[in-house]
């Protein structure tokens, strides 16, 4: 199957009807995920299959799936073994001396940055006052990105694809972390959770999209008018993706928002009565019901390293002034964990992605609800590859990112149609898409009239008009809601 047999650009299906859907999905569900193309990822793109900004929405005949953009969508069936049997052998080994340069380099690069601007960002070299202050502008984005890339090597160490010693990686990812004023163990362990349920609608720990039942709820709109409001505004939109940016990570550390909020099953009943954004369940108390009692001893060990930084800091500025410490550290700080914030929203979110209730999820599909994209020099060696390899690292977490090219190559050969890339435009591409996403991607539901493991495949809608359109629902009667996932009417009275 050539790249030519996928579905054609959106601005080809702008009068499409019913029947030519239904003609197209029933040659594409015929088959498999070996018979899909296998380019690069600088060659296979979702974007320009189904680029809508500024199309009018179309619908779709029931009882088949089909991706926000209107691509036929088929519910995987390999598993984790064939992915992990198409990767080599030399991609799984780790190396402690070529981690340790990688670390060393980011410090050095910290530390040079530093220095220069201290001894030559001064009156003496620079009189203007006015390019002394874009000067060190231009230092607090520099200092963001080495340090998110030394963020990414801690990260590297909680998934232990750092070396092959476990106290050599949890030693340098607390180190790295507490300095970046991150819990390392506490964040860790919450991550680990999110990999072993990315996708999972009951148990996902990042980025978890609001169902339509949650956005009406906080909208205030009913269930059955979204698919003929009136979109957003641009200005909402914006002020939305500034206080994600901003706040985000801070928001998920205090308050575990996107997370998951089923904390009443936690085993060991720590989550009894908790719900996100009441403080609670967070990454910084041990009672928080994001871990289990065996792991308290570390989210304290996490604490101590965020005193640590804290007290250095404390230091710092009183011996050389507040204002010192917020352009060298803390506008720098805000830029590593915008970059987080934005890597992380768009590998887990795209319209071309489902998400998947509990009785449909299984890891090897959760784990290709994920998608790669393309940064250019900052994302391949600022961010070591992060942003560009990341459906690879989702299957097998402990594979290094310099072996992560040549593995995710492997592994597109068994993923086939389920591969997800978006590389258009290249790093301008990467931050466009925050925009583009942010209008595309509200809430999910299921398709309208999906039966079978199919209703429980929830895709992102919007009422902004892009892709395919919100279903249509019958108003509920007196005493009935609506399920939270399938959208189909229950009795309260049941």
């Known amino acids: 199957m050539s790249t030519t047999a996928l579905p054609q650009r959106a601005s080809m299906r702008r009068n499409m009807t019913a029947e030519s859907v239904a003609s197209t999905t029933a040659n594409s569900l015929d088959s498999t995920p070996n018979d899909s193309p296998t380019g690069s990822a600088s060659s296979t793109s979702l974007s320009s299959l189904g680029s809508m900004e500024g199309e009018e929405s179309f619908k779709v005949p029931e009882q088949q799936l089909y991706d926000s953009y209107g691509n036929p969508f088929k519910i995987p069936d390999y598993t984790i073994k064939d992915i992990r049997d198409a990767i080599p052998k030399h991609c799984f080994e780790r190396s402690a001396v070529r981690g340790l340069a990688y670390v060393a380099r980011d410090w050095a690069a910290l530390a040079s940055t530093f220095y220069i601007f201290n001894a030559y960002c001064t009156p003496e070299y620079v009189p203007s006052y006015a390019a002394r202050c874009v000067l060190w502008g231009v230092y607090t984005i520099l200092q963001g990105l080495t340090g998110t890339g030394l963020w990414v090597l801690a990260h590297e160490c909680g998934h232990q694809s750092f070396s092959p010693n476990k106290t050599l990686n949890d030693t340098v990812g607390w180190f790295c972390h507490s300095a970046l004023l991150v819990p390392y163990f506490s964040w860790k362990i919450s991550h680990g959770k999110h990999h072993k349920a990315t996708g999972n609608m009951e148990r996902d720990m990042v980025f978890l999209p609001r169902t339509r039942e949650q956005h009406v709820t906080k909208t205030g709109w009913l269930m059955e008018e979204m698919h003929e409001l009136l979109e957003e505004t641009p200005i909402w939109t914006a002020s939305s993706l500034i206080i994600q940016q901003l706040f985000g990570w801070q928001s998920y550390l205090l308050a575990n928002v996107t997370g998951h909020n089923n904390h009443h099953k936690q085993p060991e009943g720590k989550g009894a009565g908790k719900k996100n954004g009441d403080f609670s369940v967070n990454h910084f108390v041990p009672s928080s019901p994001l871990y289990e009692r065996k792991d308290e001893h570390l989210i304290l060990l996490s604490d101590l390293g965020l005193l640590i930084t804290s007290s250095i800091l404390a230091l710092v500025g009183w011996k050389y002034g507040f204002s010192a410490v917020f352009v060298w550290y803390i ?113 999910v539901e299921p398709n309208a009239g999906a039966k079978g493991d199919g209703a429980n495949v929830l895709f992102y809608r919007n009422r902004n008009g892009h892709g395919v359109a919100p279903a249509k629902l019958p108003p509920t009667a007196p005493g009935k809601t609506r399920n939270r996932f399938t959208l189909e009417v229950e009795n309260d009275d049941e």
């Open 331 to 443: 506008i720098p700080y805000f830029w590593v964990h915008h970059w987080l914030v934005a890597i992380t929203y768009l590998q887990h979110t795209d319209p071309s992605l489902p998400h998947y209730t509990g009785e449909t999820w299984n890891f090897a599909r959760g784990a290709a609800a994920t998608i790669d994209r393309e940064f250019g020099f900052i994302g391949r060696q600022m961010f070591h590859g992060i942003i560009e390899t990341h459906v690879l690292h989702h299957y097998i977490s402990t594979i290094p990112f310099y072996h992560a090219d040549e593995a995710t190559e492997s592994i597109k050969k068994v993923m086939g149609q389920h591969y997800r890339a978006d590389v258009d435009g290249g790093s301008l591409g990467f931050l466009s898409a925050l925009w583009k996403i942010a209008r595309r991607c509200q809430w």
